[in-house]
């Protein structure tokens, strides 16, 4: 088991700055990756950004160059640092692990982001 919070959601301005924090827990020797998803009302889950075992990070398209994903030296934390937010950024945020060999998917409750003037 594998137990994931998330913090550091609010409200921002167009062109301002949040880091959301993931704090993991449990079996964290087992992870294989971890991300952020976050999903808008009546929209799909999207990747946003993840990070493998070996530290090569990933991102979606729409967030590169803005974007940046990070973790503590134990790999018990993973960071989303988002700069010049715009409002299509605007959803809940959710960290996520993916554990053993059959990489099993553990969330977090989700953080909500939301950006507009």
């Known amino acids: 088991q594998v137990q994931l919070v998330e913090s550091g959601g609010g409200l921002v301005q167009p062109g301002g700055s949040l880091r959301l924090s993931c704090a993991a827990s449990?079996?964290?020797?087992?992870?294989?990756?971890m991300g952020w998803y976050r999903q808008a009302p009546g929209k799909q889950r999207e990747l946003v950004a993840a990070?493998?075992?070996?530290?090569?990070?990933n991102y979606a398209d729409s967030v590169k160059g803005r974007f940046t994903i990070s973790r503590d030296n134990g790999k018990s934390t993973v960071y989303l640092q988002m700069n010049s937010l715009k409002p299509e950024d605007t959803a809940v945020y959710y960290c996520?692990?993916?554990?053993?060999?059959?990489?099993?998917?553990?969330w977090g409750q989700g953080t909500q982001v939301t950006v507009s003037s």
């Open positions: 990070i493998t075992s070996g530290g090569s990070p």
């Open positions: 449990g079996s964290i020797r087992s992870i294989n990756a």
């Open positions: 996520n692990t993916r554990v053993g060999v059959l990489s099993y998917n553990y």
